[in-house]
């Protein structure tokens, strides 16, 4: 069970929660409950003679991947309410979804679902600023070259630091150990050495994002008229506040310095200098700039860190896919020398397994969330209510034997033919109507081709340097853990690893 007031003396919760149940009390007699508004016709999963609707949503906190697989076969091509403690959500067809993409941000809203999912009011997590996904589509995308070489000399330095000596097979959580790589990874990229080299810095980036997640479990469980109260007597709160001010304190003066930097002089090559160079009016002050880049730090490493954990469980599963790959690390070093932006586009077969990979064990089992802000009706004549939570069901989408052959079997080589056609539309990043792992449309995330290729060298320094098989004894991959709509890799498992005879330097 989580522990609410932890660190809080019980005299203090006690006083503070009778004057505030007494508040609620009066409330309720004052105030309504909204009910959702239904769409005549459509059906909601998981609801039959023995299953009620309470009962179905709190089946999905657990339950969620199977509920939508089980819609989405059941009324394929159709709309579907799934149940959850939210809300029912209304789970569109992708034909919906080209419609949509284009509808007014006003009118569609993006960030509503995040900051109704991570309990943004007290978080912090989500933000409305345009400016990091201005940057992230225009400089990072456009700098991927430059920043690679320094991105793998960090992955080096990482695997050094952070993995154990493993002359012998030592076995290893390996969670954690690789949150802490991607930390210092993307945050090379994100401040340079000044950021990846601070450990308060990269501590502070991985716990943000933990205290986050506690934090917003903790606040669903409580009445809302009671939050913005309790919420200060809850640990993870103090804690994100003081993450804020490790941000401000460290990226005050790095911003400082840079502004001191003359034009003649050789700037930055890195996401914070590049927000700088783009901010306007407000988006100028340090401290809104420290407060992006550790939301920033919460978007990117967690997620880029789940793809390579996941895909080191399937490999160990099924470790006849490591030698192909490796020999085709090998293939395309001896052409290139070294994994620049090009070697990385030749990584076909890698590109393949981590899609693939991805497909059965995605981080998020529905994309493209919305908040409808004002009654939409759609060209066919679909309407759908005000304050409707929509979405797609991305993975269950992906398991669609219309789109691949034998969806339900595990095909590390599926997309490589799609690959070496030249054709983008099965690539790890592609965002299109049959590949919604990373959302649709203007919102899609700007950042995942800087973060295909951080996993690209990850997983490629890793297989060249360690051979790693599961422990004695365990043949399957270890289950994911279902939070709602989140599939998170399974934090208890472990991975032997030995060192390989040659340390190979890939960049």
Not at 365 to 389: A, C, H, M, V, W
């Amino acid at each position: 069970m989580l522990n609410l007031f932890e660190g809080i003396s019980i005299r203090d919760v006690y006083t503070s929660l009778s004057i505030l149940l007494l508040i609620a009390f009066i409330s309720r007699l004052y105030t309504g409950t909204p009910k959702q508004e239904y769409i005549p016709g459509v059906p909601i999963v998981g609801i039959d003679g023995n299953t009620t609707l309470i009962d179905a949503r709190e089946k999905f906190r657990k339950h969620a991947k199977e509920m939508l697989q089980e819609g989405y076969v059941m009324y394929k091509g159709r709309p579907f309410y799934i149940p959850s403690p939210l809300g029912e959500r209304l789970m569109l067809p992708p034909k919906y979804v080209e419609e949509l993409k284009s509808a007014p941000v006003e009118d569609c809203n993006f960030v509503g679902t995040f900051f109704e999912m991570f309990e943004g009011k007290y978080t912090t997590m989500g933000d409305r600023s345009t400016l990091h996904p201005r940057v992230a589509k225009a400089q990072l995308n456009a700098n991927l070259g430059k920043i690679l070489s320094s991105v793998g000399e960090e992955i080096e330095d990482s695997f050094q630091a952070i993995m154990p000596e493993c002359d012998d097979w030592t076995e290893v959580n390996i969670a954690n150990r690789f949150v802490t790589i991607v930390a210092r990874v993307s945050s090379r990229m994100f401040g340079g050495l000044q950021l990846s080299r601070n450990e308060k810095w990269v501590s502070s980036a991985v716990d943000f994002a933990i205290d986050g997640f506690l934090l917003a479990q903790k606040i669903k469980v409580i009445p809302k008229i009671l939050r913005p109260v309790i919420v200060r007597f809850l640990h993870e709160y103090r804690k994100i506040s003081q993450h804020h001010e490790t941000a401000r304190n460290i990226i005050t003066p790095i911003l400082q310095a840079r502004a001191r930097v003359g034009e003649s002089e050789e700037k930055a090559c890195d996401f914070l200098q590049w927000m700088t160079e783009e901010a306007k009016g407000d988006e100028n002050d340090m401290s809104f700039l420290a407060k992006i880049q550790l939301k920033l730090s919460f978007a990117a490493i967690h997620t880029s860190a789940a793809a390579p954990i996941q895909l080191i469980y399937d490999l160990c599963s099924m470790p006849e896919y490591i030698k192909a790959l490796r020999s085709e690390l090998h293939e395309v070093l001896q052409e290139y020398g070294v994994l620049d932006k090009q070697a990385l586009a030749k990584l076909h077969k890698m590109d393949s397994i981590m899609k693939e990979s991805q497909r059965f064990n995605p981080l998020l089992l529905i994309t493209f969330e919305r908040i409808i802000t004002k009654q939409t009706t759609l060209s066919d004549g679909f309407t759908i209510p005000k304050d409707t939570t929509i979405g797609v069901p991305a993975q269950a989408l992906s398991m669609d034997p219309d789109l691949h052959t034998n969806p339900e079997k595990f095909d590390g080589l599926r997309f490589t033919k799609v690959h070496k056609s030249g054709v983008g539309r099965d690539q790890y990043a592609a965002s299109n109507l049959r590949n919604m792992a990373f959302g649709y449309g203007r919102h899609a995330c700007p950042g995942r081709f800087f973060a295909s290729n951080e996993i690209k060298m990850i997983m490629a320094y890793l297989l060249l340097n360690f051979d790693f098989k599961f422990p004695e004894g365990q043949r399957t991959r270890p289950n994911s853990t279902t939070v709602e709509t989140q599939l998170l890799p399974n934090e208890e498992a472990t991975v032997r690893f030995k060192r390989r005879p040659n340390i190979y330097r890939l960049y």
